[in-house]
């Protein structure tokens, strides 16, 4: 028989303490690894508010299993977390009917690849703030011009963003137009 694919989601109760959710954690993986199931993916998805009460409760703690497992052993998991007095609910859905060493790691691959997209930071390069960064290009044909447009700019209550040292930083409202410098595509060329 092949190995299948397997999400299990267990619901628990919410008065559990770090130290017995992190007892129950190990339960589940001992039981999965003595099985010979291998564990893809983990998720705690933590303290939730329910769409109802369970068990006169009004909020769960969520954990999210996804493995390769014989049915075997994923009916041994069942029967463990209907005995467990935590455990509210669980739900097991079958993801995959054959699923192979070579698929499981072609999906552990695409998993871990996800993780480093969504821990990649999004933040400009070292030593450029956002502030600072260059406003993107207008999008017009006619528009010769990078600098931004005067709807672009910041809302009078915020200060200037701070200009790059050796550069003037640009002329307040109230300055002399004569003496700034020179901008191409402001408002007053228009």
Excluded: C
């Excluded at 996800?114 to 999004?122: H, L, R, S, V, Y």
């Amino acid at each position: 028989m092949h190995p299948r694919r397997y999400e299990t989601l267990i619901l628990l109760s919410p008065g559990m303490s770090p130290v017995d959710l992190d007892k129950f954690k190990a339960k589940v993986e001992n039981i999965l690894e003595s099985g010979g199931a291998r564990v893809l993916q983990t998720e705690d998805w933590g303290r939730k508010v329910l769409a109802y009460p369970v068990r006169k409760e009004h909020y769960g703690v969520y954990l999210l299993y996804d493995y390769q497992a014989l049915p075997a052993v994923e009916a041994e998991l069942k029967r463990n977390l209907k005995i467990d007095e935590n455990v509210f609910k669980s739900l097991t859905l079958l993801l995959d009917r054959q699923f192979t060493n070579e698929r499981f790691e072609q999906e552990k691959e695409k998993i871990l690849a996800k993780a480093q997209k969504k821990e990649a930071p999004a933040a400009p390069p070292e030593g450029e703030s956002p502030e600072a960064s260059p406003a993107p290009a207008p999008e017009d044909a006619d528009s010769s011009s990078a600098a931004p447009s005067p709807d672009s700019e910041a809302p009078p209550s915020e200060s200037p963003p701070p200009s790059p040292e050796g550069e003037a930083p640009p002329p307040e409202p109230g300055d002399d137009p004569e003496n700034a410098p020179e901008e191409h595509g402001s408002a007053s060329e228009a």
